[in-house]
């Protein structure tokens, strides 16, 4: 059975400073991979995804993930964090491109120091 | 453009009340989704419709029903509420049910219950 595993339940940053959330699937093909964004009181927005081709990918609010097969993970960067990054950030995996089949890691509270 | 809609923001029931949460989207979306959200276990889902008039089970159905009234609705039910089930819920749409590339997911504001 796929599943997806966010090692890092709280990271705290400095304004600035760079960031990268990790992520880690289980799953014996290529899944199709996800980051979301949820910020306080807020639904979950699609940062960025990945389904073949370039294994770097660029999402919005200047965000970038890795895909590294190898390694089975799809870690998330950002070069230099803003106080509005403050965010919980869910990576999913999907094993085909339906969206009943998402599973989602059970998040990264992200929090900047001023 | 209000997107995904979700009522109540905010809901506390007694053990074996029952509510209904409703859930509209207003993008002409097809397919709907119902997940809950607890602390440490990310996203869950609990039923979805692919389309008007077609309703499946996600991981976690039991204790819920849903119904697709319309395109645009589809509510969550809990007939007897239980404490196990306090938690904060999110509908979500998409423009089609198996295209994830192109149709990605639309995420309403979230209902919190809270079941004492």
């Known amino acids: 059975a796929q599943s997806v595993t966010q090692p890092d339940i709280h990271i705290t940053v400095s304004e600035g400073a760079s960031l990268e959330l990790r992520c880690n699937y289980s799953?014996?093909?290529?899944?199709?991979l996800f980051w979301y964004v949820q910020s306080p009181g807020q639904g979950l927005q699609l940062l960025l995804k990945?389904?073949?081709?370039?294994?770097l990918v660029q999402g919005i609010k200047g965000f970038e993930a890795e895909f590294k097969r190898s390694q089975s993970s799809f870690n998330l960067r950002k070069p230099s964090v803003h106080w509005s990054d403050a965010a919980e950030y869910f990576c999913?995996?999907?094993?085909?491109?339906?969206?009943?089949?998402?599973?989602f890691g059970s998040g990264t509270r992200l929090s900047i120091r001023p | 453009n209000a997107g995904v809609t979700q009522t109540p923001k905010f809901q506390v029931l007694k053990t074996g009340q029952s509510m209904t949460l409703q859930c509209a989207q207003d993008?002409?979306?097809?397919?709907m989704y119902w997940y809950r959200q607890d602390p440490g276990m990310g996203l869950r889902l609990i039923y979805y419709?692919?389309?008007?008039?077609?309703?499946d089970k996600g991981e976690v159905p039991n204790g819920y029903n849903v119904s697709r009234l319309n395109k645009r609705e589809f509510s969550l039910r809990l007939e007897s509420a239980a404490p196990s089930q306090t938690s904060v819920y999110f509908c979500?749409?998409?423009?089609?049910?198996?295209?994830?590339?192109?149709?990605?997911?639309?995420f309403g504001n979230g209902t919190r219950l809270t079941v004492t």
């Open positions: 979500a749409s998409s423009e089609y049910p198996s295209d994830l590339k192109n149709s990605p997911l639309h």
């Open positions: 799953y014996g093909a290529t899944p199709y």
């Open positions: 990945y389904f073949s081709g370039d294994t």
């Open positions: 999913a995996v999907a094993p085909y491109s339906s969206a009943s089949k998402i599973i």
């Open positions: 993008m002409n979306h097809n397919s």
């Open positions: 419709s692919a389309s008007e008039g077609t309703t």
